[in-house]
């Protein structure tokens, strides 16, 4: 039986080698785990997720009123949420983009020959201030209204006996 | 057997394709998500990809979003381009430029949410064969990339098993507790509800359902030895992301535009 590559090389010689280097470089990173665009990685909800006692939530509250996370369309509330919960991760990570973070531990000492790259494409705490006005200034073209003040709180939340999930704290995280 | 397609059924391939794109970014303009909607982000996640570094060095992301009417002008650009690449389909200077504003508009989006999201990736991945305007080379790459869509099934599956998620009995309830809790606090009386709740309330069901979910995946390995099962591959993968989009909210129906590869297109005998 002959493959698709066989047909492929006795066809096209050129695309032979850009699908080969493609398919090769996909492989290589398939092996090491990582992955760099166009080299995907389709592991998706592969790892084993546990059953917790809580889960925790962002909600978000436009002057004094809670959105409704279902009310947004998915690629809006996608980049709205997870801008929130990016933002609300660099804090949580002493006020450091996690990518910064990752190269300092992984490289130690030769951190500083990619720091200058690392401080050209991600923000630090001088734009903090801008992202809080970009949460708002989002926050009121997502929902058509013009919101005066916005609230990030941080829900911890349980499933009762009744397998019916309850909120059980709440916590203003941002502003 | 390669499937060499005529110009008139690459015609045909391109209205579906495009087609389909158009409709995604249709539905993106209308949900607030194009580049000049943005309403100028800030924070970004390039993270350890060094394709997101390179264009962001080059600063186009931070240009496209900080400028209104550039944003504006890239937006039109990308649904004019999509529609080009449609009908000018002799020439492959549609899809090229049509491939390289949906690739950068991916990276806008994947960056600034935070989050590389993969269901976006079929709208540039499916641009690919286009970029050939010889109908024998767009041929060979259409067939290549319905080789690449059952790769990526199977490799879903095949992560499941060396991570381990496949053997995780409580995978089920976990993903839907994480993923549907909002959705069932804010609409507990949803038909949907209930149904995440009769799904927690019996395990061992719930357990099934994801295990034939993830065998779903592994059927994705004859696509590689025939194609005469490709329809009921891309069956499975509509239902997969169907039931993954109500159970989890794992919203992939974006990246059905890659299985349009498991069609048989051909009218003609080769």
Redesign the interface.
Known sequence: MKT?FH??YH??KK?FII?SLFSLG?GVM?ILG?????F?????????????ET?S?I?LEADGKPL???D?????R??LY??V???K??KDNKNTH??RT??RQKLGVHYNKVQP?LE????DSS?FE??E??IQ??LS??ISKDVKEWRAIHQE?R?NE??????VSTQTILP | M?RYYDIEEKKRIGYFVFGFALLILL??A????LVS?????????????????II??LNIPQYLTGHFIAGRIFDFLLLFFTVGSAFFYKKNIFPILYSVNIFIYI?I?NA????H??SI?GLW?ISWPFL?SDV??FS??W??LR?YVC???F??FG??I????L??L??G???I??NM????????DAFLSDV??FA??HPNLLGGVFVLGMLAEAVFIIGFFTKKYDWILLGLAVLFHTISWFLID??FFEFLIISLTLLNWKTTQN
């Not at chain 1, 947004?72 to 809006?76: D, F, H, K, V």
């Not at chain 2, 209308?30 to 998500?33: D, K, L, Q, R, V």
């Not at chain 2, 309403?39 to 997101?52: C, L, M, N």
């Open positions: 698709y047909h492929l066809a096209d695309l699908i996909t398939t990582d992955q760099v665009t166009p995907y990685i389709w592991g998706m909800f592969s790892e084993p997720i546990p059953v917790r889960y939530k909600q409704e996370f279902y947004l369309q998915a690629p809006n996608h980049l997870g801008g919960h990016f933002y991760k660099i996690p990518t990752f190269f790259i050209n494409i991600t923000c734009d801008a992202a006005e970009w200034r989002y073209y997502s939340i499933f009744n397998n019916r999930p309850e909120v | 390669i539905y993106r209308w949900s607030g998500a909607q943005l309403q100028g982000p800030v924070i970004s996640e390039p993270y350890v990809d060094f394709t997101y570094w962001f060095l990276i989006f600034y949410s935070g989050h999201t993969h990736l991945i050939f024998k080379r060979l790459a067939e290549g080789y790769f990526i099934y490799s879903a992560w499941k060396v991570k381990g998620s053997f995780h409580e995978q309830a976990a993903v507790q994480h809790s909002t959705y069932m606090l804010e609409k507990p995440l709740v927690l309330q794992v919203n």
